[in-house]
């Protein structure tokens, strides 16, 4: 019995290892795919030459009417080049507990949100999405959280989660990722930075 639980370690040490090799290995987000809300595979090459603002969200959160600003960002630059790529998590206070339809439903009846938004995920932990491993790594977690927002958010991601956040790890909801028009990660907005910041970020992502 020892010696079968011992194999099954090495074996799942082995995974694990060949797992992050493999994220190291991906140079551009063009090496990702995501997965729709009826479970279909795209790969994000499609998006080649488009920049790209990736962004995990829920509907239940203080953060959620940043919705509003985004739509309103995508609407006047879309034409531009921006995409913006949504990836409901409901790992942060379960602020994300419906369905996916209910979901998109959610964001288009509410915000009239119409950019592209995939299947709910985790964007932590030991399920998280091969995507966001490669992320956190670009670009590491800058703060910006006064210390009693961070005393209630860690709180309510201990509540949610069995395995506690790293140093890195996303935060909170609606958390930032900007990808230039080569692939590469260029900034990292924490939900708490003004939305006027983020668009400035995009357009002199989109002017380059």
Not at 120 to 139: F, H, I, M, R
Request: overall charge neutral; some cysteine.
């Amino acid at each position: 019995m020892k010696r079968t639980l011992t194999i099954a370690v090495l074996l799942m040490l082995t995974f694990v290892g060949m797992a992050q090799n493999n994220t190291k290995d991906m140079k551009t987000v063009y090496d990702f795919s995501l997965n729709d809300k009826s479970g279909n595979e795209l790969s994000l090459s499609q998006y080649k030459g488009k920049v790209l603002l990736i962004v995990n969200t829920a509907t239940g959160c203080g953060f959620t009417p940043q919705y509003e600003d985004l739509e309103a960002m995508y609407h006047s630059l879309k034409d531009k080049g921006l995409e913006i790529l949504d990836v409901p998590c409901n790992q942060f206070g379960h602020q994300a507990p419906g369905t996916d339809t209910e979901i998109k439903e959610f964001c288009t009846l509410k915000f009239g949100a119409d950019f592209p938004q995939f299947k709910k995920s985790d964007v932590n932990g030991a399920n998280e999405l091969p995507l966001y491993t490669w992320l956190k790594s670009q670009k590491p977690c800058l703060g910006g959280y006064d210390a009693k927002l961070a005393a209630v958010m860690e709180k309510l991601y201990n509540e949610a989660n069995p395995e506690p956040r790293k140093k890195d790890d996303i935060q909170w909801n609606f958390t930032k990722f900007l990808i230039n028009r080569n692939g590469e990660v260029i900034a990292r907005f924490e939900p708490t930075v003004d939305m006027k910041e983020v668009k400035k970020q995009v357009e002199a992502a989109l002017a380059e």
